[in-house]
């Protein structure tokens, strides 16, 4: 026992800096993309509360509830421990924090058949790249979708080389999760599948096709016990965004815009990280065509954004982790040194954060860290405000804008938008005591309001200042009908 933990000790360090990170992170109210709040967090919410903005895709059919019905359960502890506080919000991301330490233990696994360096370096790799823990804790089917899909190459691999029922069911079931979580990845879900039918593939696929039976079987109970047909949802996906073309209408990009973004992102540093993948392939050839398998599905679709090739671009960082390791002893054998030794390991672990650091703070992905801030931050604000009994959302630049899920308050919610906006806004100010608007339009409101705060915003110029809350003093009296802020989106077509 002392001699295991001893073997994995630098492996268990590894991962405890991959939760530190994680942690870390989620404390931080950023939100890469609407969907992880709109598509997620506030379905989720809805399934404990009763109270969330449905967004148009769930009128349309064409999203699925197994994400939502899984991150309802932090957030349903969270609403038990502590009702009135973001609590339910950092359980949802610790959950998810916790949930993608599986990345750098899949990454060592699937590097330890080359050598122990080029497992911990791997694995290393998989704990701080900024682009595996960035969305490691996002409520996204893209980071759910890594957290599910990489310990399951591992297995995989594993199951090529000894076929057993257990790691084949379980094999089935992550892939078959994966498939509910983002069935965009198929082509790769099929490419790990393949991966692992070696010589005795029929012992393989006695536990992997009822494992896959049973994550399908889940996800259809988690459509079923939110009373929705199961998984009929993808079917729609599809016929919306490919038949009928709806993904178009959110922009399109042409087939090679993946490649030269990625490349944008990663900027002087693609440099290093491309070779080195290639060296990689030539160790895993296996990962470089799932990773390839992903960029060439999703270069097909016409909308593209980088979020839905992550399983792919984070593929290529691990062969990259795995080549540089190939490269550092190729280098030092030349010289005629060995290039055993813990030395070669913690440079190369030092390199890749450095590399990590240097990625992050690129032009591209610097935006990301605070992305969302100020817009969520402000909803949370708006629902801490002292005596709240009704708030109203005026000429917000995008809807939905509220979120449930972060307001975190039940009391009435009004929209209102438009020419008319501020003659609605005075006939109505008996429903409402605190208003989100522009700093711009704070003159057009009622003069018993104040303005409170510009959260995040004290660096804008006066008229990017969008998100500021108003307060008046004084309670609420009568009903909000038809400006309560579900109602009044769906008038809009949102």
Not at 21 to 35: E, G, P, Q, Y
């Amino acid at each position: 026992m002392k001699d295991l933990a001893r073997r994995h000790a630098a492996l268990v360090g590894i991962v405890l800096v991959a939760l530190a990170l994680r942690l870390i992170l989620s404390t931080r109210m950023t939100v890469f993309h609407a969907d992880e709040v709109w598509q997620y967090l506030e379905p989720a919410y809805g399934l404990v509360t009763g109270q969330w903005v449905r967004a148009w895709e769930f009128h349309a059919g064409i999203r699925g509830w197994f994400v939502p019905l899984v991150l309802s359960i932090p957030i349903a502890i969270g609403q038990a421990i502590a009702p009135q506080t973001q609590l339910h919000i950092y359980l949802v991301r610790a959950m998810l924090s916790v949930v993608s330490l599986g990345i750098p233990i899949a990454w060592y696994d699937l590097a330890r058949p080359l050598g122990r360096r080029h497992a911990l370096v791997a694995a290393w790799v998989g704990a701080v790249w900024c682009e595996v823990f960035y969305f490691g804790v996002r409520p996204s089917a893209e980071g759910l979708g890594l957290s599910l899909l990489f310990p399951a190459m591992a297995l995989a691999a594993r199951l090529r080389q000894r076929p057993r029922m257990a790691p084949a069911v379980a094999l089935g079931l992550l892939l078959a999760l994966g498939f509910v979580v983002r069935f965009h990845y198929l082509p790769a879900i099929a490419l790990i599948a393949l991966w692992s039918l070696g010589r005795d593939w029929r012992r393989v696929l006695v536990g992997l096709v009822p494992g896959f039976a049973a994550g399908l079987m889940l996800g259809g109970l988690a459509d079923i016990f939110t009373g929705h047909p199961p998984l009929l949802w993808v079917w729609r996906s599809i016929a919306f965004n490919l038949v009928q073309g709806g993904s178009s209408l959110f922009g399109t990009q042409p087939p090679w815009w993946f490649v030269t973004f990625q490349i944008g992102t990663w900027s002087w540093a693609a440099l290093a990280i491309v070779p080195l993948m290639l060296i990689g392939a030539r160790r895993r050839p296996m990962l470089l065509a799932i990773a390839v398998a992903v960029y060439a599905t999703h270069s097909l679709i016409a909308h593209k954004e980088y979020r839905f090739v992550l399983l792919g671009t984070t593929t290529f960082v691990l062969l990259a982790a795995i080549g540089s390791v190939d490269l550092w002893d190729a280098v030092l054998r030349r010289m005629r040194r060995s290039p055993h030794g813990r030395a070669g390991v913690i440079a190369l672990c030092l390199g890749w954060g450095a590399l990590s650091v240097a990625v992050g703070a690129m032009p591209v992905f610097a935006e990301y860290w605070d992305q969302g801030d100020v817009p969520f931050t402000t909803l949370v604000l708006a629902g801490e405000q002292p005596g709240l009994c009704g708030f109203a959302m005026v000429d917000q630049p995008a809807h939905p804008a509220l979120a449930m899920s972060l307001f975190n308050r039940p009391v009435p919610v009004l929209l209102f938008d438009g020419p008319e906006a501020a003659e609605e806004v005075r006939a109505m100010v008996p429903r409402f005591n605190v208003v989100e608007a522009a700093q711009l339009y704070g003159p057009n409101l009622p003069p018993a309001f104040h303005r409170v705060t510009c959260w995040g915003q004290d660096g804008y110029a006066i008229g990017d200042r969008l998100q500021c809350l108003y307060v008046r003093p004084g309670g609420c009296t009568g009903t909000v009908g038809d400006f309560a802020y579900q109602a009044a989106l769906e008038r809009r077509g949102k």
